[in-house]
């Protein structure tokens, strides 16, 4: 059975703080993880990754796949309040010459001030 | 057009009772996927359409569950007969064919609840 699992379920730390978030998978025919924020609403895109080793940053945030490992880890430098989120995860496969998400139940992460 | 549309944004209803859910992807977008979130968990895949074709639907979708994307553009998803399990978070979502690289674009949500 595909599988997403992202770790740890909740985290809470102080602004100024870095985190980490795992996700690993274990899906057939994968062809990316996805990485997604969501707050009160509808998740918003982060990043995809589709080749192993290549980091993919946006200001902040950083995120790396490792086929190896069938994981891939999230990480936010100088975390500031409005990262507080709930951050899912997601592994891209084909499926019956479809292209469907499998997705992990998230992080939810909470910076205090 | 900015973005996926989703209407309502709240809807409470009665057990037993029929529901009607509406989307409108990104005009551009031949794809577009139904999910159901709840609490604490990723969302959950129920359907998805290219174009005006139906392509998959989850064992989720029980028969009460219809969904519609006629003229392929917007779509609807029906709840026949709703039942207090239903209450959640019901997203669509949109895509454009086979371009992955900015993933899928969600709209707000329909959040439903069944008393």
């Known amino acids: 059975e595909d599988k997403v699992v992202q770790s740890p379920l909740s985290l809470v730390v102080h602004e100024g703080d870095t985190v980490t978030l795992n996700c690993s998978y274990e899906v057939t025919n994968f062809r990316s993880l996805l990485w997604y924020k ?3 609403k509808a998740p918003t895109f982060l990043f995809m990754l589709t080749s192993s080793g290549i980091e993919k940053k946006s200001g902040r945030l950083s995120s790396i796949l490792d086929k190896k490992e069938l994981s891939s880890i ?5 975390t500031q309040t409005g990262d507080s989120a709930i951050y899912l995860c997601a592994a891209g496969l084909w499926k019956d010459s479809n292209y469907q998400l499998i997705w992990g139940a998230g992080t939810k992460l909470i910076i205090k001030p | 057009d900015t973005g996926v ?6 809807k409470i209803t009665k057990r037993g009772q029929n529901v009607t859910f509406r989307c409108d992807p990104i005009s551009e977008h031949n794809r577009l996927y139904w999910y159901r979130q ?10 998805y359409f290219q174009n005006e074709a139906q392509l998959e639907k989850s064992r989720l979708l029980s028969d009460r569950f219809s969904a519609e994307r006629p003229k392929g553009s917007f779509s609807t ?11 959640a978070m019901y997203l669509c979502a949109s895509s454009l064919g086979g371009n992955f690289n900015y993933g899928y674009t969600f709209g707000s949500g329909t959040r439903l609840t069944v008393v």
């Not at chain 2, 549309?5 to 709240?10: A, V």
């Not at chain 2, 709840?79 to 239903?86: A, F, L, M, V, Y």
């Open chain 1, 74 to 78: 999230l990480n936010i430098t100088a």
């Open chain 2, 5 to 10: 549309s989703q209407n309502p944004r709240h």
């Open chain 2, 38 to 47: 709840t609490l604490g968990q990723g969302p959950e895949f129920l359907t």
């Open chain 1, 38 to 40: 969501q707050e009160k």
């Open chain 2, 77 to 87: 998803l029906e709840i026949q007969r709703t039942e207090q399990g239903d209450s």
